[in-house]
């Protein structure tokens, strides 16, 4: 693993030349990679050809003509371990910025990192102090190892925050019935707010609204049509019946679809079924047309 010594070690051992701030950090970046075991192939314009990745040949290359193009750099290394998995790197010079993107052989899309220049460059902006040109190494070196090294190899941990939301979504992702339900939560003012309730209702009868508490035994079938058979009146043997009648119906309960007796216009036999009329007509369903003190 690359560290700040071992990058200055090889920046003070290759002793390059720099133009201006943007090579000292594109330089630092080359130096990561050389310090992380990798060989490099191809510098500069070489290693913007198009087959810079697919090319056989694994001779090393030094560092003649690293900073050729102006704007940009490119290097193309291989990693003694698997000599036949390449990478590309590229530094793109943007205003203060150093764009950073590296991309495996056989990989479907390179990694980024961008770099603030000045970050990284010391006050001194030559001679052979090289120390001294350059500052937070140890930073770039933790940055490029996270961002773009470990990203390459696929060994990238994930974060904190990351680890932290994964556990919170599968505390959270226990499914509750009716019967168990998830526990009020306290808030620190002492207001208690009702469970939400996950399951146990049928698609014919929903249950409760989240943060309602269910009254009564409203699970199970039985649906928006209510009779003595309702689940809700212990028709089907969920709840007991009332004592001294029918299971599910009360003591004295009558069905009474009429109205009040002795008014005007609800005498029972008003509520009869008129005979179909000779050859054909409404149905008997339906009110008659014309005539009769009612008709409107």
Known sequence: MATDRSV?????????????????????????FLASGHVSTATGS???????????STDEVGIDNWNELDDNYAFVYINPENASKKVLVKCLVMSNKLLVDALANGASEPVHLEIDVGDFVGEQKGGANYSAQFKNLEKLVKNLDTEILSKLHGSSKPSSSETSEALRRNTNDTTVGISEPTDPQLLPSGVVLPPVYTGGFSDMFPGPPAGMYPRGDFGGDGGMLIGPGHPMFGGNDRLPGFPGGLPGVPPGARFDP??????????????????????????????????GSDFI
């Open 258 to 291: 009429y109205g009040p007796p002795g008014v005007p216009g609800f005498e029972p036999n008003r509520f009869v079924r008129n005979p179909r009329r000779p050859g054909g007509g409404t149905h008997p369903d339906l009110e008659h047309f014309g005539g």
């Open 46 to 56: 070489a290693a913007c050809s198009d087959t810079a990745l697919s090319s056989p």
């Open 8 to 32: 200055m070690a090889l920046i003070r051992a290759l002793k390059p030349s720099f133009r201006n701030d943007h090579d000292r950090v594109a330089f630092s970046v080359h130096a990561f």
